[in-house]
């Protein structure tokens, strides 16, 4: 049983930057492309980065591109997102994903942690 656990949220003002994690068990960690997403409320599942399996691909949604940094530690089966110059409009939960190939779609990605709600205020 694959279990993806996020952590790292919470409140910020703008401008701030935010280290997001999602810890994999019950996976070979070291075999899946990575997947972080976001969903807004009142929106639809949004792509924001992935990576994969050994690192050496990673893509962003344009709008993240730049200012958020996806990476991986594998012998931590861990994943990471560092967020840059956070906007009110980056306000959304984020969640984690571990799927079969690296891919800005969420339908390669099987497996899908809980979320981490991130807010930033003006």
């Known amino acids: 049983q694959v279990q993806l656990v996020e952590s790292g949220g919470g409140l910020v003002q703008a401008g701030a930057s935010l280290r997001l994690s999602c810890v994999g068990s019950?996976?070979?960690?070291?075999?899946?492309?990575m997947g972080w997403f976001r969903q807004a409320p009142g929106k639809d599942r949004e792509f924001v980065a992935a990576?994969?399996?050994?690192?050496?691909?990673?893509y962003y949604a344009d709008s993240m591109r730049g200012r958020f940094t996806i990476s991986r530690d594998n012998p931590k089966n861990t994943v990471y997102l560092l967020m840059n110059s956070l906007e009110p409009e980056d306000t959304a939960v984020y969640y984690c994903a571990a799927g079969r190939v690296v891919s800005g779609s969420d339908r390669p990605y099987d497996s899908w942690g809980q979320g981490t709600q991130v807010t930033v205020s003006e």
């Open positions: 990576i994969s399996w050994n690192g050496g691909t990673t």
């Open positions: 019950g996976l070979t960690f070291s075999n899946y492309a």
